[in-house]
């Protein structure tokens, strides 16, 4: 069955650096694009970056392009999330999710999701 | 950037009771929708793909309808396990979620 299992997450200055981990299992990895989300104590999603099946293209959210950078390992089925310049805002719980998509043109969806791993930026 | 509106933030519903969440894109999204829920503490979970297309394993009470910049998320004979947030997102243009729709009994 298909698994997303996180790590990475900790507390972390403001200003810091972080890396974020996602080991996936139960299906083909090379054939999947991957996201990575997050979720602010009490509010809702908010999307942040996305990665092609074989990353020849990634895509960012506003508010974290230029500090944030989505990378993937298809020889170790990882996919994950560097973090820089860390502020009070990125404070959230991250999952990582397998992108999916059906029909023509295709219409892209999140079907499977990660634990969720809690990044808190704080002095 | 598309926009992605939900109503109401919040319900209150009883058990058996049919209700409507609905979502609005700020552009035209065509048929690009999902929905997907999050029960208190857990991770979300997909319920529709495409506007419409129910996803495997979930019930069928739950259906979603719309095209364009409106749609509609329905539970019917809703009960007690029903009871979460619901969101909707756009896949049209990268990617957006709405707001968040609580669902309490």
């Known amino acids: 069955q298909v698994q997303l299992v996180q790590s990475g997450g900790a507390v972390v200055q403001p200003g810091g650096s972080l890396r974020l981990s996602c080991a996936a299992s139960?299906?083909?990895?090379?054939?999947?694009?991957m996201h990575w989300v997050r979720q602010a104590p009490g509010k809702g999603l908010e999307w942040v970056a996305y990665?092609?099946?074989?990353?020849?293209?990634?895509y960012y959210e506003d508010s974290v392009k230029g500090r944030f950078t989505i990378s993937r390992d298809s020889s170790k089925n990882m996919v994950f999330l560097q973090m820089n310049s860390l502020g009070a805002e990125d404070t959230a719980v991250y999952y990582c999710?397998?992108?999916?998509?059906?029909?023509?043109?295709?219409?892209?969806?999140?079907?499977?999701w990660g634990q969720g791993t809690l990044v808190t930026v704080s002095s | 950037d598309i926009q992605m509106t939900q109503s109401p933030s919040s319900l209150s519903a009883s058990a058996g009771d049919t209700i409507t969440i609905s979502c609005r894109a700020s552009?035209?999204?065509?048929?690009?929708l999902n929905w997907y829920q999050q029960k208190p503490g857990r991770t979300p979970e997909l319920l529709i793909s495409?506007?419409?297309i129910l996803h495997s394993g979930v019930p069928k009470r739950f259906s979603g309808s719309g095209s364009g910049t409106d749609f509609t998320l329905t539970i019917s004979s809703l009960q007690l396990e029903d009871v979460a947030t619901y969101y909707c997102?756009?896949?049209?243009?990268?990617?957006?979620f709405g707001g968040g729709t609580k669902v309490e009994f």
């Open positions: 552009h035209n999204i065509s048929f690009f």
């Open positions: 139960g299906f083909t990895f090379s054939n999947f694009g």
């Open positions: 999710a397998r992108n999916a998509d059906r029909g023509y043109p295709p219409a892209p969806y999140f079907d499977h």
């Open positions: 997102q756009q896949s049209y243009s990268v990617f957006t």
């Open positions: 495409a506007a419409s």
């Open positions: 990665i092609w099946y074989d990353a020849s293209n990634s």
